[in-house]
């Protein structure tokens, strides 16, 4: 079965770091760099929002604007892992994080919930002093 397991979510002091981690199971086999993957994030009473994205190769990125020079998402096919290096963390980045893989052409970069394959279960940040 195709999952996708997040970790790395906690409580932070404002300016502090966190590096989530969101690993997909076996049943990816080899196909996993087939997959965009994105970090989307829900904050309590609001809808679920695109935070980042990163193609099929790890060669193109894209961000929400308010995270832009402070979060970092990486990959690592091998080991079919996708990464979000978040520094100077705010209270408004307090949300469940989610990621989620897309199934999608090389180069391709979707930002937009609609189409994603595949969700993990999503771990929980929370920024607050």
């Known amino acids: 079965q195709v999952q996708l397991v997040e970790s790395g979510g906690g409580l932070v002091q404002p300016g502090e770091s966190l590096r989530l981690s969101c690993t997909g199971s076996?049943?990816?086999?080899?196909?996993?760099?087939?997959?965009?993957m994105g970090w989307f994030r829900q904050a309590p009473g609001k809808e679920r929002e695109f935070v980042a994205v990163?193609?099929?190769?790890?060669?193109?990125?894209d961000y929400q604007a308010s995270v832009k020079r402070r979060f970092s998402i990486s990959r690592h096919n091998a080991r079919n892992t996708v990464y979000l290096q978040m520094n100077n963390l705010r209270p408004e980045d307090t949300a469940i994080y989610y990621c989620?893989?897309?199934?999608?052409?090389?180069?391709?970069?979707?930002?937009?919930?609609?189409?994603?394959?595949?969700w993990g279960q999503g771990t929980r940040v929370t920024v607050s002093s």
């Open positions: 989620a893989a897309r199934n999608t052409i090389t180069g391709a970069i979707p930002t937009s919930l609609a189409g994603y394959d595949y």
């Open positions: 076996a049943a990816f086999g080899d196909t996993f760099s087939n997959y965009a």
């Open positions: 990163i193609s099929r190769a790890g060669t193109v990125t």
